[in-house]
């Protein structure tokens, strides 16, 4: 499902956030096992076709959803199988991000977990 979404996102950033424009800002769902090299990847993109990356941290908001789709779908479940695991892959993609994004991209940190803030 996320992976739809994030697509159209990234295509829409590669097009309209150039120069001095940050117009789109894609969610990236932290609770995703996949999550940690996206961000990665992402990070990397911007830095070779010269785009502004927008990044929206996301601890977890389709968890229920996917973890049925994946059951439904009789594949192995893409969600991380504990908080802890999400709570690494949120903090180390914010981490990596802080670290390596270019000064004209953006980080959207959405977070109600005070240890992130801090």
């Given at each position: 499902m996320q992976?739809?979404?994030?697509?159209?996102?990234?295509?829409?950033?590669?097009m309209y956030n150039r120069g001095d424009q940050h117009i789109i800002m894609n969610g990236y769902q932290c609770y995703l096992k996949r999550m940690t090299q996206v961000i990665r990847d992402e990070v990397a993109?911007?830095?070779?076709?010269?785009?502004?990356?927008?990044?929206?941290?996301?601890?977890?908001?389709?968890?229920?959803e996917e973890r049925a789709l994946a059951e439904q779908g009789g594949f192995?479940?893409?969600?991380?199988?504990?908080?802890?695991?999400?709570?690494?892959?949120?903090?180390?993609?914010?981490?990596?991000?802080?670290?390596?994004l270019e000064e004209d991209s953006m980080?959207?940190?959405?977070s109600h977990n005070q240890d992130t803030v801090d």
């Amino acid at each position: 499902m996320q992976a739809s979404i994030e697509s159209f996102g990234q295509q829409l950033t590669h097009m309209y956030n150039r120069g001095d424009q940050h117009i789109i800002m894609n969610g990236y769902q932290c609770y995703l096992k996949r999550m940690t090299q996206v961000i990665r990847d992402e990070v990397a993109a911007s830095k070779v076709l010269g785009y502004n990356l927008g990044i929206k941290l996301i601890r977890g908001a389709y968890m229920n959803e996917e973890r049925a789709l994946a059951e439904q779908g009789g594949f192995e479940s893409p969600i991380w199988d504990s908080i802890e695991e999400t709570h690494a892959c949120y903090n180390e993609s914010m981490s990596h991000a802080i670290e390596n994004l270019e000064e004209d991209s953006m980080l959207f940190v959405a977070s109600h977990n005070q240890d992130t803030v801090d």
